[in-house]
């Protein structure tokens, strides 16, 4: 599959208004809640107004959020208070939505109060898209196992019929990979599927930043094969597969180190288990960066992702990286040559690679140097162009939205929706 290189020039968008409902802001630092903090960043800076409703927590914020952020009241997940649920968007904030008066509804989770912005916005006339950013079929599984009651056949079919009622209704669906728009297909959702790609910062995440002093401040040497996982440590990131993995390497002997990058609910029961491995918690900005150039193989078995930032962070960084054979890292990684894609739960699968790359060092430079190259065909600013084109064809299809002013749009322009 060629890389994603959609459309590299931008779509005016300044003097625009448009609302953005997302499940994850600012509460949790996951790849949804960073692409959308950048989404917002790109809107203003290219001169949008952009209102982002969103849930909030009592705790400190794991991130600096970008833009105007709107709290919608919400309720942890049962048994995962790191995710939120929206119970309603609040009389505050249906009277922000009121006087903000947005030219487009942009609804990035298909929860409670994305659901009241999509009635919200087809009652007045206002165009709703949705971008797909969660694979919560997938997701499904793994929240059954906290609860033997749970039957998954009847969660997933309930999952999709909800799906399909969503879905239906916007103009466009913004899914992160030809994989997952096929899915998407399979379920009878098949109108307005857009490929709305990530992308990555190949200055921040690059080879160059690969540091002996990291490495030995954290126990290894200059000599040490790293094998590394970076994410949230979450059972559905496939995190039994990563363990026994690590485990097989160890009771064969095969020289390796292991490094594990992130945080979550699972990282108590997985140190337990993996007490020779580095953990390292969660990393941000420099150091993050340097932990991706200072190893050597990345290894990422995660079958429930929509789209593998983290993934292509690595790749940037000019790491092999060993995935699963799923959505998030199949349009990502090429088998083979940048490096490989497996089973998702073929444990003696992702242990042969592993070894292969532990005992090739020049097959690890090889791969390494492909996926660079692959990764720099993902930059940000094609990948934010290419959905400010998508917002302007939905302003094009709706001549009651129109600019006064002389296209391409300035900042100084104003959008104003025409009174019939």
């Not at 048994?79 to 009121?98: A, P, Q």
């Not at 929240?143 to 103009?171: C, D, H, K, M």
């Amino acid at each position: 599959m060629p890389p994603y290189t959609d459309i590299a020039v931008h779509a005016p968008v300044a003097g625009r208004r448009i609302a953005l409902f997302a499940g994850a802001y600012n509460h949790i630092s996951d790849g949804v809640a960073l692409t959308l903090n950048r989404l917002v960043q790109y809107l203003e800076d290219h001169g949008a107004e952009v209102l982002i409703f969103a849930p909030t927590t009592n705790k400190p914020p794991a991130l600096a959020h970008n833009g105007t952020l709107i709290p919608v009241p919400s309720i942890p997940f049962p048994g995962r208070s790191d995710y939120r649920l929206t119970v309603g968007i609040s009389k505050k904030g249906w009277s922000r939505l009121e006087t903000f008066e947005p030219d487009l509804v942009h609804i990035a989770t298909p929860d409670y109060a994305g659901a009241q912005a999509l009635r919200w916005a087809k009652a007045n006339q206002v165009p709703a898209v949705s971008s797909y950013h969660t694979h919560f079929a997938s997701y499904l599984k793994y929240f059954a196992s906290y609860n033997p009651l749970y039957r998954i056949e009847l969660l997933e079919n309930t999952a999709w019929r909800y799906g399909r009622w969503f879905y239906t209704q916007v103009e466009h669906v913004y899914v992160p990979s030809p994989s997952i728009a096929d899915k998407l297909r399979s379920q009878g959702i098949t109108d307005g599927l857009k490929i709305w790609a990530r992308g990555v910062d190949s200055h921040r995440f690059s080879p160059r930043h690969r540091s002996e002093q990291w490495r030995s401040a954290h126990g290894f040497t200059e000599k040490d094969v790293v094998i590394t996982y970076v994410g949230r440590l979450v059972w559905e990131k496939n995190l039994s597969v990563l363990g026994k993995v690590i485990e097989q390497l160890r009771a064969q002997g095969i020289a390796h180190q292991s490094l594990v990058v992130g945080d979550g609910p699972a990282r108590s029961a997985l140190s337990e288990q993996l007490q020779n491995t580095v953990f390292t918690g969660p990393l941000h900005g420099k150091e993050l960066a340097t932990a991706y150039a200072s190893s050597d193989v990345f290894l990422f078995p995660s079958e429930t992702e929509t789209f593998g930032n983290v993934t292509l962070e690595a790749m940037a960084s000019g790491l092999p990286s060993i995935c699963a054979n799923a959505s998030g890292s199949d349009f990502l990684v090429l088998d083979g040559e940048t490096g490989y894609l497996l089973p998702p739960h073929d444990v003696s699968a992702f242990r042969t690679r592993i070894q292969e790359l532990v005992e090739a060092p020049s097959l690890r430079k090889q791969l390494g140097k492909a996926a660079r190259r692959r990764a720099l065909a993902f930059e940000w600013k094609s990948v934010m162009g290419t959905l400010a084109s998508y917002y302007q064809e939905i302003w094009k299809n709706h001549p009651e939205y129109q600019i006064s002013g002389l296209a391409p749009a300035g900042p100084d322009l104003h959008i104003q929706k025409a009174v019939a």
